[in-house]
């Protein structure tokens, strides 16, 4: 039996950092659009698994923010930044992590209704949550169709332009794009964020959790863990933890049902290990845990450009720059770390041009692709990928589908210099202080 049909100017698959900002920035550009997203709410991330840092959004040196647009339009809505702010003296002292020059938000239910809010409010944009794209058919190098599955059952979306931001390029690997696919080498880790209420922190209180978890993995009852990052970023007694290292492949459904599963598991492992031996953890109770697990890497594509270390390390320049990142290459390794979460130097770029060509994947005319999964290698991607520069990623790739749309061409015809320069007129895109 036929299912229902919706015919669209822009479809965007993914409702997360990158989603939510395309959405937005394909309906404020006029485009009819569709947003699709399997959780029940957007913000991927920074909602479905409960980090609270808009990563990317400032150059470590400079202390400006390189990313405005739509990510720093919640920043202040959220009230953490001033109308027009400019860089972190803008910003409300108390939710800067200066070491690592992050902003935070003091709460992830505000999040989730400030976006609902903004895609209410836009009449160009249509939102479907607990659906999920789950198929694609082409026509003459472009997506005619896209199988979306929610309570209606199977529905069929007729897009003249596609976003993908799915964060794994579902929709690109399904009309056989070229990439690199998550099970061709070894992934960086997922990791369950976790929170537990009632900690009365003390001196030895990170010290005790550590070494409690150092001896956990000795007796093999915690397979691999990070850090741990023991965080008190929403309230003096309650802790917010970075520590779950779990290997697997996000892309396969048996992998990644198994990912979340062992990562509850060695949350739960860590929280009942401190309450039973960490000071200040005596009257503790666990609070939650993501509803997701959090995805660092999967598949990403081979584009009309990819971002490679080398220029990160150039800090070179593009034409058709349509987003600048500056986060520090934060690799993940497999294995328990717990001198430092990340591998490698940890190297500090300078604010650096991403292309537009990085968005554009080989081979299908009128699909873009935001977000971590965009055209870019493993290293350079341990940059490019946080949520920040994601929602930069994604506010340009939904500005140029609505720029194709309306001008009926398909977005890999469409010069990256032309979306640069519409973007400048929205606040957005590249960083051009210097």
Not at 268 to 274: E, G, I, R, S, V
Not at 290 to 316: E, F, K, N
Request: aromatic content about 6%; charged content about 20%.
């Amino acid at each position: 039996m036929a299912g229902k049909i919706i015919n669209t100017d822009v479809l965007v698959c993914g409702g997360g950092c990158a989603g939510l900002a395309a959405a937005l920035s394909a309906a404020r550009s006029g485009a009819k659009t569709l947003l699709v997203e399997r959780a029940g709410f957007a913000g991927g991330i920074i909602t479905t698994v409960g980090l609270p840092f808009f990563d990317g959004s400032i150059d470590k040196k400079s202390g400006r923010f390189v990313v405005k647009g739509i990510a720093l339009e919640l920043l202040t809505a959220l009230g953490v930044a001033k109308p027009g702010a400019r860089g972190i003296d803008d910003c409300r002292p108390e939710q800067i992590t200066r070491y690592w020059m992050s902003v935070r938000i003091p709460n992830i239910e505000e999040m989730k209704l400030l976006a609902d809010q903004l895609l209410t409010r836009e009449p160009n944009v249509s939102v479907l949550y607990h659906s999920v794209a789950c198929g694609v058919e082409l026509k003459n190098g472009r997506i005619d169709t896209v199988q979306i599955a929610n309570k209606d059952g199977l529905t069929q979306v007729k897009p003249l332009q596609v976003v993908d931001c799915t964060g794994d390029a579902d929709i690109a690997a399904w009309a056989g794009c070229p990439m690199e696919a998550a099970n061709a080498f070894p992934t960086m880790p997922m990791t369950m964020h976790f929170r537990i209420g009632n900690v009365k922190p003390q001196k030895e209180t990170n010290r005790v959790a550590k070494q409690l978890l150092i001896e956990a993995h000795e007796r093999g009852e915690l397979p691999a863990f990070y850090g741990p990052g023991l965080l008190f970023v929403f309230a003096p007694d309650e802790a917010y933890i970075h520590a779950t290292r779990v290997t697997g492949d996000a892309t396969s459904a048996a992998d990644f049902t198994r990912a979340e599963m062992q990562g509850r598991r060695d949350a739960m492992t860590m929280f009942k290990l401190w309450k039973a031996k960490a000071p200040g953890f005596e009257e503790s109770y666990y609070i939650e845990s993501g509803p997701y697990i959090g995805v660092r890497d999967s598949r990403r594509i081979d584009g009309q450009y990819m971002l490679t270390a080398d220029d990160l390390h150039s800090g070179r320049r593009h034409d058709d720059a349509i987003a600048t990142g500056c986060w520090f290459m934060d690799i993940h390794s497999q294995k328990t770390a717990i001198d430092k979460p990340f591998a490698g130097s940890g190297f500090q770029p300078d604010p650096y041009d991403i292309s537009y060509r990085t968005l554009l994947p080989k081979g299908v005319a009128n699909l873009l692709v935001a977000g971590r999964c965009h055209s870019v290698t493993q290293e350079a991607a341990s940059s490019s990928r946080v949520t920040a520069t994601a929602m930069a990623l994604g506010e340009a790739a939904g500005c140029a589908a609505a720029m194709a749309a309306r001008s009926r061409v398909d977005s890999a015809e469409l010069p990256g210099v032309k979306v640069r320069e519409q973007l400048a007129k929205q606040n957005a895109g590249p960083n051009t202080d210097g």
